[in-house]
């Protein structure tokens, strides 16, 4: 009989794992990228673990896919191209130099917060395309995916009849501004403006090159604003005038001199 009971005790207890798998992913499910439907082709992808101060700026490393998905769009004429903009909380989520949670948007405009950076990874990545290698912005979806983690943005050829509400990956549109693919958002709805970046140095075999001295003086001028804000929210909030204490606990040997009753 204990056999048996622990045996059932068992069994139950797995049927409940089990439930509780299916109902929440685990973090490794979490991080699997979903393979793409029939009709649809992964270009490549693009990472953006290199910039915590800027985690929705192109890297420079981004080239290569920048260009092959440009290239790809060119030759399919048949094709639109889905760029999946995807964040990971535990990396992202990060404590910036001033030591705040990325929660607000940063002053300077080229720090987001957590929730809209799948959406500024996205349409940044499509700013590039059509600023620097021609792309037609018709044919460029911003989205994103929140059934994985990851610090990517990830190229899709999708058939042309692809739009911001049927893109064929079941992800969310973001509505950049301006809005170039049809149907376009309500004028109520938030939208995203790119945040625009310096053209990425090549070299002769069509390589990036490092980061150029006007990138890292951009980065320099804006670690020093983030460093003075953060300097003058510490200064006001050291000039907050200090709480009045509660008077003591009333006890029998030491009763309420005074009311707080009105």
Known sequence: MCIAASLKKILGTLAIGVLCASAYPSLAQAHSKPKPPNGVEEVCSIAFDQDAIRPARLENGALPC???????????????????????????????????????????????????????????????????????????????????????????????????????????????????????????????????????????????????????LELAALQRRRAASAKQTAKEKNSEPPLTPLPARPTPEHPATTSIIP
């Open 66 to 216: 920048l260009k092959e998905a440009a290239r790809k769009l060119k030759e399919r004429t048949d094709r639109k191209l889905v760029l999946v903009g995807v964040k990971d909380p535990s990396k992202d989520h990060e404590l910036a130099e001033n030591g705040s949670m990325r929660e607000e948007e940063d002053a300077t405009g080229l720090d987001v917060r957590l929730e809209d950076l799948s959406a500024y990874r996205a349409v940044n990545t499509k700013w590039y395309l059509v600023r620097y290698l021609g792309v037609d912005p018709t044919r460029v979806i911003p989205v994103t995916d929140e059934s994985y983690f990851a610090q990517t943005v990830t190229a899709y050829l999708v058939p042309a009849s692809a739009d911001y509400n049927h893109n064929f990956l079941g992800a969310t549109k973001t509505n950049e501004k301006p809005c170039t693919i049809t149907p376009c958002y309500s004028p109520d709805e938030e939208t995203l403006t790119a945040q625009r970046r310096s053209r990425i140095p090549e070299n002769s075999a069509g390589q990036p090159l490092p980061e150029t001295h006007a990138d890292q």
